[in-house]
């Protein structure tokens, strides 16, 4: 096993941290490292801390004065022996101690490669492998908690569950297999397989549900932006995110393609989406970005839907039979009547008894969970109210998909894996049903076993591997 370094903190800093990790980590170290205190650094324990200076040996030249870290197999992040030098931030600096290191004979490290070796030494399962990068690329509160989580190995903990009671299903069945010849001989009680097996399909399916929260959390949870031409979808956006992002004007059919923006909302990333508006046209490219419009509310965990308040009722009801039926799926549905600022008192309250008296009622019998609102876009004083909305309603989809503290699948291969045991786990229940004989049910609970150890890597195919940890930082 060859001895790597890198560089794992980003330019720029006050400090500059290099790490060394292998057979060699100590002794390259010791060879560049001169202590201020006497004992020399092979001779110290591991989990200290050592003040000195980094020569060059063959020049004798001081290139910083450092602490080094030094961790001892099997007590540090890889599992091997390794150090880790705090320089002086300087990019000179840290390339200098590199090169002596690298003179010491040890080699690059690959991104990724100091966790891929806390994998195979068994520090660590993949999917909290997986954890660490989302940890340090999450941005948010809410992404911080999934990879923490999911690091300290909750995700882990629950599939090493389902695999015990999926193996001690298959050990029950295999003793009955050995002793096919006794007839009446039925070792496990079939109901009883199947109420376990039912219990199984409950919690893997609970964990795909999972990953729509889990998935939106970490790319941003998508808001769509949609209503008539005209409405004041992009001077919506615009107040949002607070940036003049889409353009705005008075002529219908302004926004023609879609325009994502991504902000942080309480401790949550939402990605809103604006939309081109939805009319009757002729004209080929804005027919084509209508229909990117809907593929967009099918892809939205919460519609924003505008109306201009002028024209409150006519355009609900030219909206509502295309809008309500793509939204019963979604979290929520928010009308907003646009353009608040331009009803007289009386428009106003005539406003509010249609909503109360024709759109409410219809929004309720439509089954889609929804709230109104009559604002302005342009009152600044409305988009505050329209975000603590925004919260709330991201606040009750967190609360609806899964209870605090709950394991949240947000990682694609791990949701694919899950998608797999699920198929698996539903064709061992269905030949439970049938009296199907033992080993055919058997297969199946062994690809479904074969499909969680995937999750936790160990089953996983080098190349896979490879590719997953390619994507980490340098360093990590
Ligand atoms: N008075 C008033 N005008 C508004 C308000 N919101 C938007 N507008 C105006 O309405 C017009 C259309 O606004 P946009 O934001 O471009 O509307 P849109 O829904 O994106 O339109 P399309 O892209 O054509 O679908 C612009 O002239 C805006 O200045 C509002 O709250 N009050
Ligand atoms: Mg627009």
């Not at 001169?34 to 591991?46: E, N, Y």
């Not at 298959?170 to 009883?192: G, I, N, S, V, W």
Request: net charge negative.
């Amino acid at each position: 096993m060859s001895t790597i370094c890198a560089i794992a903190t980003p330019s720029g800093g006050a400090l500059g941290v290099i790490r060394v990790s292998g057979p060699q980590a100590i002794q390259a170290t010791a060879a560049i490292f001169r202590p201020a205190g006497p004992t020399p650094l092979q001779a110290k324990k591991g989990s200290t801390l050592s003040f000195g200076s980094i020569i060059d040996p063959d020049t004798h030249e001081t290139i910083d004065e450092v602490l080094v870290s030094l961790f001892r197999a099997p007590h540090s992040y890889t599992g091997e022996d390794s150090t880790e030098i705090s320089c002086h931030g300087s990019a000179y600096i840290l390339q200098r101690v590199l090169q002596l290191l690298l003179a010491q004979g040890c080699t690059m490290a690959r991104p990724g490669e100091y966790t891929q070796r806390a994998f195979m030494n068994g520090k660590m399962d993949l999917s909290q492998a997986e954890a660490v990068a989302d940890l340090i690329a999450s941005t948010t509160a809410a992404n911080h908690r999934m990879a923490m989580s999911q690091m300290r190995g909750s995700f882990s903990q629950e599939l090493r569950t389902l695999r015990d009671q999926l193996l001690h299903i298959t050990a029950l069945l295999e003793l009955e297999l050995d002793f096919a010849d006794h007839e009446d001989l039925e070792f496990a009680d079939r109901t009883e397989l199947q109420d376990l097996a039912e219990r199984i399909l409950n919690r893997i399916t609970q964990l795909c549900n999972s990953f729509r929260l889990g998935n939106a959390l970490k790319r941003g949870v998508p808001i769509a932006i949609v209503g008539e031409t005209n409405a004041g979808k992009s001077t919506l956006l615009n107040a949002l995110i607070g940036e003049e992002r889409a353009l705005v004007s008075h002529i219908h059919g302004t926004t023609r393609d879609t325009v994502e923006e991504s902000i942080t909302v309480g401790d949550t990333l939402i990605r809103f989406i604006d939309t081109a508006g939805i009319r009757a046209t002729t004209d080929t490219v804005e027919q084509m970005g209508i229909e990117r419009t809907f593929a967009k509310i099918s892809e939205a965990e919460i519609v924003l839907w505008l109306i201009d308040s002028t024209q409150a009722l006519s355009q609900f009801e030219a909206l509502r039979d295309r809008l309500l039926p793509a939204c019963t799926e979604k979290s929520s549905l928010l009308l907003l009547f646009n353009k608040a600022d331009l009803l007289t008192p009386d428009g106003h309250t005539a406003l509010q008894q249609a909503i109360d008296e024709r759109i409410s009622p219809t929004l309720t019998a439509s089954a889609v969970p929804f709230s109104t609102r009559i604002l302005s876009a342009q009152s600044s004083a409305d988009i505050i109210q329209l975000r603590q909305l925004l919260t709330l309603s991201l606040h009750e989809m967190q609360q609806a998909t899964g209870s605090a503290g709950d394991v949240i699948v947000s990682n694609l291969r791990h949701y694919e894996a899950l998608s797999q045991a699920q198929a698996s786990i539903q064709r061992v229940i269905a030949a439970l049903r049938t009296d199907l004989s033992g080993d055919f049910i058997s297969q199946d609970l062994r690809e479904c076993i074969h499909h969680l150890s995937d999750i936790v890597g160990e089953v996983t195919p080098e190349s896979v591997l490879h590719t997953l940890f390619q994507h980490f930082c340098i360093g990590k």
